[in-house]
């Protein structure tokens, strides 16, 4: 298993299209998942995990914002068969060290209510509930 960022515009859509249906809302619950996925490819990091040259994981994180020096992960998804063997630990690390090497001092993200195992997962790596986004989601952060 190997996790590193990319440049490859084609692997990062694969790697976007293989974890996608892992998302409760992903790209495919976008009113234009192509201008969705174009924004991303323009101004987010990619972060991929792979096995064998194929993607198994990914974490999409903007840490661009030096007002709020708040990175935000806007995709973050490992395939089921892939789940507990340190993906997801692996991707959160990666994107911590980016996030810091760009003057971030935190990670922010959104998390469906609904979805206890993303909560639990966040919350065991350091994440704690900042409050509501919307009517089933809440922002999670950790502090860096």
């Known amino acids: 298993m190997e996790v590193f960022r990319t440049d490859d515009e084609m692997l990062k ?9 892992y998302f409760p809302v992903g790209l495919h619950g976008q009113p234009d998942p192509e201008a969705a996925l174009l924004k991303m490819l323009r ?23 030096l007002r709020t020096r708040a990175a935000y992960i806007t995709l973050f998804g490992v395939k089921d068969e892939y789940g507990r063997r340190g993906v997801g630990q692996m991707l959160l690390d990666a994107c911590a060290e980016l996030a810091l090497s760009r003057g971030m001092d935190r990670i922010r993200l959104e998390v469906t209510d609904s979805n206890e195992r993303a ?7 350091g994440f704690v509930r900042t409050g509501a986004c919307g009517e089933d989601s809440s922002y999670m952060e950790k502090t860096l």
């Open 13 to 21: 859509r694969r790697a976007a299209w293989a974890v996608d249906p």
């Open 43 to 65: 101004f987010a990091d990619f972060t991929v995990a792979a096995e064998a040259g194929e993607p198994v994981g990914l974490a999409v994180m903007y840490a661009n914002d």
């Open 119 to 125: 909560v639990r997962f966040y919350t065991k790596h």
